[in-house]
């Protein structure tokens, strides 16, 4: 898909690409630092230029990559899917953020020292390339430019962006929301689920809520009461146990519209899709609270 | 790790985030589901139903169903209108439930003036 320069639709995938770069960034001056501290200073100066000079390059190559990758059928699925995961990954709270293992060990040799920051890049970077391939719909122009405009805030303003998102911690909170469109806007264009999509218009918003559930989970079940918190799980569960009836539907054929139902076999799987959902989610309720009584159990003494 | 792990508030950004900051992105996440429901509804189906002059004349681009062509930024801009409408909705509505609340009973000043 081309955009046209400086229209909306241009504007807001630079936009969104910039974001998620910049949310889902690798910290590089902390693995430069790690790797080069036992070098030579003469070779210090060396290492961080030819390593970040390898990283962006390997990062611009893994984005176009990409998005020849996604478009493969069933890959803009399995990406869109890749990103749930990475928006709830994201908006997940870690009171003890860990050093990466991948640079813990100092480099001795210049090449040595590149190959580390080279490689911990690239593995860092898989979830990043992946979101802005999704979000950059097939543009190479736009990934690169997202590129160039991110990549050097992160390297030479890192502490920028820590400023930037220590003083608004919602910036946070906006990118696992945009990683949730992002994902959306895949999974919806999938090419094998096309048809599919086309005859069941009304579950996209399911898929919609159902990916911004599962994403933004880690958010609003902060906000929760405890004993609410059931609903983060079984909100989602609900949706998927909807959306399967439409596939099954689909798949072997049966109707499952009640309007539309004729002998009792459809009346039965029609009671099925509204109300057999209950009894798991009893069960559901009634084993948690079995846990929670036991885990304060296991507590007190 | 990534770079915004750094700081401690960012790692955390559910518990640490400001009132405001949330109310904006809820606001932008609700028109993003908003954006998604227009993407849901089959168009036929409003004309079906009679409803096509009532939606499309009057409601005009700014219809649900229009959303569904909305970009981010455009998502992002409705979001902020919707936040910025909540909060002065919050505030009048704040002030006026405050001026409806009756003076304390055992208050020396039933009347409430300070100068």
Redesign the interface.
């Known amino acids: 898909m081309e955009f046209e320069l400086f229209s909306?639709?241009f504007?807001?995938?630079l936009?969104?690409i910039i974001l998620i770069d910049?949310?889902?960034?690798?910290?590089?001056?902390?693995i430069i630092g790690l790797v080069a501290r036992n070098l030579p200073k003469d070779t210090q100066g060396k290492v961080i230029f030819w390593g970040t000079f390898g990283a962006i390059a390997i990062r611009a190559a893994m984005a176009i990559l990409v998005v020849y990758i996604l478009a493969v059928p069933g890959f803009m699925l399995g990406g869109g899917l890749a990103l749930v995961w990475i928006a709830r990954k994201?908006?997940m709270?870690?009171?003890d953020?860990?050093?990466?293992h991948l640079a813990k060990a100092p480099a001795a040799t210049f090449a040595g020292a590149v190959r580390t920051i080279v490689i911990a890049d690239a593995i860092m970077g898989v979830d990043n390339v992946l979101a802005i391939g999704g979000a950059a719909h097939g543009s190479v122009l736009l990934i690169v430019l997202g590129l160039a405009i991110s990549v050097p805030i992160?390297v030479w303003g890192?502490q920028l962006?820590?400023k930037l998102?220590?003083r608004?911690?919602?910036?946070?909170?906006?990118g696992g929301?945009?990683l949730?469109?992002t994902a959306?806007s895949m999974i919806?264009r999938e090419p094998l689920l096309a048809a599919w999509f086309e005859a069941h218009?009304?579950?996209?918003?399911?898929?919609?809520?159902l990916i911004?559930s599962i994403s933004?989970g880690?958010?609003y079940s902060?906000r929760l009461a405890e004993r609410m918190k059931p609903l983060v799980v079984l909100l989602p569960a609900l949706l998927v146990w909807m959306l399967a009836f439409e596939v099954a539907a689909s798949v072997w054929k049966v109707q499952v519209d009640y309007l539309l139902a004729r002998d009792h076999g459809e009346y039965l799987l029609e009671s099925l899709r509204w109300l057999g959902w209950l009894p798991p989610a009893v069960l559901f309720l009634w084993a948690r609270e079995q846990l929670v009584q036991r885990i304060r159990r296991i507590a007190r003494g | 790790?990534?770079?915004?792990?750094?700081?401690?508030?960012?790692?955390?950004?559910?518990?640490?985030?400001?009132p405001?900051?949330?109310l904006?992105?809820a606001s932008?996440?609700i028109c993003?589901?908003l954006a998604?429901?227009g993407?849901?509804?089959?168009p036929a189906w409003i004309g079906e139903a009679g409803l096509e002059v009532a939606l499309f004349d009057l409601g005009g681009e700014f219809s649900v169903l229009a959303m569904r062509h909305w970009?981010?930024?455009?998502?992002?801009l409705a979001g902020t209108i919707l936040a910025a409408g909540i909060t002065v909705l919050r505030v009048c509505s704040n002030a006026f439930y405050k001026a409806l609340r009756p003076a304390p009973t055992g208050g020396v000043e039933k009347v409430p003036i300070k100068l």
């Open positions: 909306a639709a504007l807001s995938a936009f969104a910049l949310v889902l960034a690798g910290d590089n001056a902390l994201l908006l709270p870690d009171p953020a860990a050093i990466s992160i890192s962006v820590i998102v220590d608004y911690p919602s910036v946070i909170l906006l929301a945009v949730a469109w959306y919806v218009t009304a579950t996209k918003l399911v898929i919609a809520i911004f933004l880690p958010w902060e | 790790m990534l770079l915004i792990h750094r700081s401690s508030r960012a790692a955390n950004a559910v518990r640490t985030v400001s405001g900051g949330e904006f992105v932008v996440v993003m589901i998604s429901f993407d849901a509804i089959d970009h981010l930024l455009q998502l992002l």
